[in-house]
């Protein structure tokens, strides 16, 4: 079926939403960059701390730890939502995890040394795909964090293994697209979130169909879009690298 409503904001399906990267958008963390997809803000700052959690330490041998958090501003959406003082929701658990899973697929952590990276990823504005700019974003802080790190001779440029994005895809009507934003998430018939690195490998894939079923070719389709995507972020993420005097990795 072939869907003749254009897109909230006039894109094309394959076409990702305007990208903005903003590094060391805040001076204290050893890596800072601010991501826009559209009108999802997500800042990611990345904190590398001697030590390593106890049970890492109790596996013995060399390698540090990467870890994320994720959080989302009060008046990040329409509607007020209640900080997040005591425990994270089950939500920002879930995508912490997810963050965390797929930085540490970008980096070999024995060659980390004894620290332990953290990536704070905080949704200032969201408007759909707000854990996929966060782990846009949060690679290329913790690439920043990492890369004045090798300058300094205190880890190796082996630490880098392939550069790490996401994006997400869905079905609206029979029509894959690509970076939805929240009014496209809301009404998609599938939606998908997927993980890659510059390898086309792929990390994690999330999806889901929200009204029925959906045929394997029709993932097929979200799967090469997304990669298609994905591409295009990395090249970002490498472009903005290169700018601070650093290479791809």
Request: with cysteine; proline share 6%; charged share 25%.
């Amino acid at each position: 079926m072939t869907l003749t409503q254009p897109r909230p904001d006039g894109r094309d399906p394959a076409e990702l939403r305007p990208l903005e990267i903003h590094p060391n958008f805040i001076i204290y963390p050893e890596g800072s960059v601010l991501i826009s997809t559209g009108r999802t803000k997500v800042l990611c700052n990345a904190s590398l701390l001697p030590g390593v959690p106890r049970w890492r330490e109790a596996q013995g041998g060399p390698g540090g730890w990467i870890t994320a958090e994720y959080a989302m501003l009060p008046r990040a959406t329409h509607n007020r939502s209640n900080r997040e003082t005591t425990s994270p929701r089950a939500r920002s658990q879930e995508i912490k995890r997810l963050i965390g899973r797929s930085l540490r697929a970008g980096f070999d952590l024995s060659q980390l040394g004894q620290i332990t990276a953290i990536v704070d990823c905080d949704v200032l504005q969201a408007d759909g795909g707000t854990r996929t700019a966060a782990v846009t974003g949060g690679y290329l802080a913790l690439a920043i964090a990492l890369h004045k790190r090798i300058d300094l001779g205190d880890c190796p440029p082996e630490v880098f293994l392939s550069p790490v994005a996401a994006v997400s895809v869905g079905l609206l009507g029979g029509q894959a697209r690509l970076d939805l934003d929240y009014e496209e998430d809301s009404a998609a018939d599938v939606d998908c979130n997927v993980v890659m690195n510059a390898k086309h490998e792929f990390i994690e894939i999330q999806a889901t169909a929200e009204r029925g079923a959906f045929p394997k070719d029709r993932l097929d389709d979200l799967l090469g879009l997304a990669q298609m995507g994905i591409g295009r972020l990395i090249s970002a993420q490498a472009e903005a690298l290169a700018k601070m005097g650093w290479g791809e990795p």
